[in-house]
Structure formats: C-alpha cells, structure tokens
C-alpha cells in the first residue's frame, strides 16, 4: 500500500497543492464525455486530517477531476456545517460531496439547498435523519470500540472537551488493517474534535434530495456495519462494501476512488 511508504505529515500538503493543480479556473473537460467534470469535495472526520485522503485525491486527480479537501474544523456539527458550507459557496459548477465517519454528519447539513451538489458518498460514514445525533448511531448497533474508555479527554479554552482516540486503542479500534508504524504516526497527528459533537442533533438531511452512494467497512470498529447498512439503506443510497477497516480510503483507495467516479457519472 502507497500510503506506508509516504510521510502522513506531507500528506496534507501533498493534497492541497494536487488539488490546485487538479482544479484549474476552467474546470476539467471530460474527454470520453466533453463535459466538464464534477469538482470533488474530500471531507475528512474526527481524530484525521484531509492527508487521509491522500490517495484517493491521487487517484481522482490523475483521471482528471478538480479535487479539494478543505480541513474540517471539528468544533461542532453546526458550526462545521456552516463552515463547508462556506467552502462549497467558492466552487464553480457541478460538485460530488465525499463523507469520511464524523464528515458524514457535517455533508448531510451542509449540502442541503445547494444545487450544485449533485451526488454524496459516504465512507463509512455517519449519515444521519433529522434530529439524530451521532451517539444515537453509534450506540444503535452493537460492535463499536470507540468509547469513553478510548478516549483521552482535554479540556480546551473555549469552555468545551476535546477526545483523542488513545494510542493503545487508535490501531485496533481505527485503523486495524494498516501498519503499526503508520498508525503510530496517525495517533500522534491526529485533531480532535469537541465532544460536544456527539449530542448535537442533525438537521434536515441532504440525502433526501440528493442521490447517495455508500461505501460499508465491514471490519470496521468505530462505526458498526450494521449501522452504515442501516443508514445507507435508509438514505436509499447505491452500496458497495469492502473489507476494510474504519479508514477505508486510506487502506481501500481504489475502491473509493471508485466509488466517487460512479458518483461522478
């Protein structure tokens, strides 16, 4: 896997500017199609950065597709809907909305009233109805090895919580099929997002208006499978599952990639 062999601490700086050369004023001609093609938005979760989606950007890219992936700011599902939704306001023409975990909750309420988005994908990701938080999901399944005990908490200065996911569970619990000297470096980078997400409830959701696709991880340990069936089910999205655990796009980067370029169609 290319990924191991990269420094995750260049990763995030390797995406930025792939995406300025990706994503030029003019957006890309589709050559088979002679169309231009859909901008594709990566959007990372919590306890990540947008180097996660290394890979899939490289991938995207080289076929062609204006790609960006904005930094989350994991401070509350309100205020980070807000914020991409800011971002999406600066993007010329047809946009594909790609989720990870926590950024799934973040494009459901993002999207919503933006006609220029015209597919959502979630990777293993939350992708809740109206009034849903995301300990209601989590917790609705059996099978989740992200709890408290997991967890390290910090207290931050705007009176609110912090959670990282602890080094001794960061491996099996979120990223079990990658190396443990990649993982390693992923604990310790990792940005963590105020606790206070968990119980904020989502608003209305994109995916009623928007068509969806979902990649399931069926080995992963943060967000039941079951629950990402359920969800994907329910948003009546286009499935496709894959071994993998919770960092699909990074242990399964073709298999996303894939899945956006379907979207994409």
């Known amino acids: 896997m290319t990924t191991t062999r990269r420094t995750l601490l260049a990763g995030s700086a390797a995406v930025a500017s792939g995406a300025l050369l990706g994503a030029p004023d003019a957006q890309a001609e589709d050559r088979t199609e002679g169309r231009p093609k859909p901008t594709v ?14 890979d899939v950007a490289a991938r995207l890219i080289r076929d062609g597709y204006p790609v960006i992936a904005p930094a989350n700011p994991l401070r509350g599902v309100a205020a980070d809907s807000a914020y991409l939704a800011s971002v999406l306001a600066t ?16 494009t459901t309420n993002a999207a919503v009233g933006n006609t220029a988005v015209k597919a959502l994908v979630y ?11 995301l300990q209601d999901l989590q917790t609705r399944y059996p099978g989740s090895g992200l709890d408290e005990s997991a967890l390290d908490f910090r207290p931050h200065s705007a009176n609110g919580v912090d959670g990282y996911v602890k080094k001794a569970a960061f491996h099996d619990v979120f990223a079990g099929d990658l190396r443990q000297a ?3 470096v992923m604990w310790a ?4 997002a105020d ?25 992963d340990k943060v967000i039941p499978p079951a629950a990402q069936r359920f969800m994907a089910g329910r948003a009546g999205a286009r499935v496709h599952e894959v ?9 399964q980067p073709a298999a996303t990639a894939d899945l956006v370029a379907h979207a994409a169609h």
């Open 41 to 54: 938005v990566l959007v990372h979760g919590a306890f990540a950065d947008a180097s996660g989606w290394y």
């Open 91 to 106: 993007v010329a023409g047809p946009v594909v909305l790609v989720a990870h975990s926590y950024g799934g909750i973040v």
């Open 123 to 133: 990777v293993a990701a939350f992708a809740p109805d109206e009034g849903e938080t």
């Open 182 to 184: 990649t993982t390693d």
């Open 189 to 192: 980078t990792q940005r963590p």
């Open 195 to 219: 606790l206070r997400a968990l119980q904020e409830p989502s608003g209305a959701p994109a995916w009623r208006t928007i068509p969806s696709w979902y990649l399931v991880a069926r080995d």
């Open 243 to 251: 071994h993998a655990s919770h960092v699909a796009m990074i242990s």
